[in-house]
Antibody, heavy 119, light 109 residues
Framework: QVQLQESGPGLVKPSQTLSLTCTVS??????????WSWIRQHPVKGLEWIGY???????YYNPSLMSRVSISVNPFKNQFSLELSSVTAADTAVYYC???????????WGQGTLVTVSS | EVVMTQSPATLSVSPGERATLSCRAS??????LAWYQQKPGQAPRLLIF???TRATGIPGRFSGSGSGTAFTLTISSLQSEDFALYYC???????????FGGGTKLEIK
């Protein structure tokens, strides 16, 4: 059974870049057949999809974040990563990594990691 | 962007009774809809995809219906572990654009 685990700093200063990594175990990212995503959950605004990546590197992003976001994959480490630049307090959220069968619903999730943007 | 609206925001139901949760899309999404359950401190768990197909391991008391713009999640006989937050999510269209509803809190009456 696949497991996903987020890691990265829990505190980021305003205007800096938020960087998180998701480590996948119980399955290989490069085996294909799955797509990998970042999703965040604001305390008030609810769930927000950030973007998808396929192991070959193709990406699709939420248009509202596209100018600031980058998702990359490292098949050798069985990881994929999120970078979100120029963060503000509005980017404070629990960040989840997740798996999908295609560009659709999410059948496996990491436990989530809280990132707070504050000086 | 497809806006997903869930109602009610909070639903109070007694154990053993039926709960009906609604989700409406701002435009037709065919059957490209999923439902999730979330408990405090946990990640969302997939319940239903394709509007009506139960995910692996999901009990039969959970059922989904609808297509186009109006969808329903029904829990036929509420168990104590079912009291949680429920979200709908659409995944229709190309390029991929995923949006979630605002959630319904299912609480014990």
């Amino acid at each position: 059974q696949v497991q996903l685990q987020e890691s990265g700093p829990g505190l980021v200063k305003p205007s800096q870049t938020l960087s998180l990594t998701c480590t996948v175990s119980g399955g290989s990212i490069s085996s294909g057949g799955y797509y990998w995503s970042w999703i965040r959950q604001h305390p008030v605004k609810g769930l927000e999809w950030i973007g998808y990546i396929y192991y070959r590197g193709s990406t699709y992003y939420n248009p509202s974040l596209m100018s600031r976001v980058s998702i990359s994959v490292n098949p050798f480490k069985n990881q994929f990563s999120l970078e979100l630049s120029s963060v503000t307090a509005a980017d404070t959220a629990v960040y989840y990594c997740a798996r999908s069968q295609s560009y659709d619903y999410f059948d496996s999730w990491g436990q989530g990691t809280l990132v707070t943007v504050s000086s | 962007e497809v806006v997903m609206t869930q109602s009610p925001a909070t639903l109070s139901v007694s154990p053993g009774e039926r709960a009906t949760l609604s989700c409406r899309a701002s435009q037709s999404i065919s059957s490209d809809l999923a439902w999730y359950q979330q408990k405090p401190g946990q990640a969302p768990r997939l319940l239903i995809f394709g509007a009506s197909t139960r995910a692996t391991g999901i009990p039969g008391r959970f059922s989904g219906s609808g297509s186009g713009t109006a969808f329903t999640l029904t829990i036929s006989s509420l168990q104590s572990e079912d009291f949680a937050l429920y979200y709908c999510q659409q995944y229709n269209g190309w390029p991929p654009r995923v949006t979630f509803g605002g959630g319904t809190k299912l609480e014990i009456k």
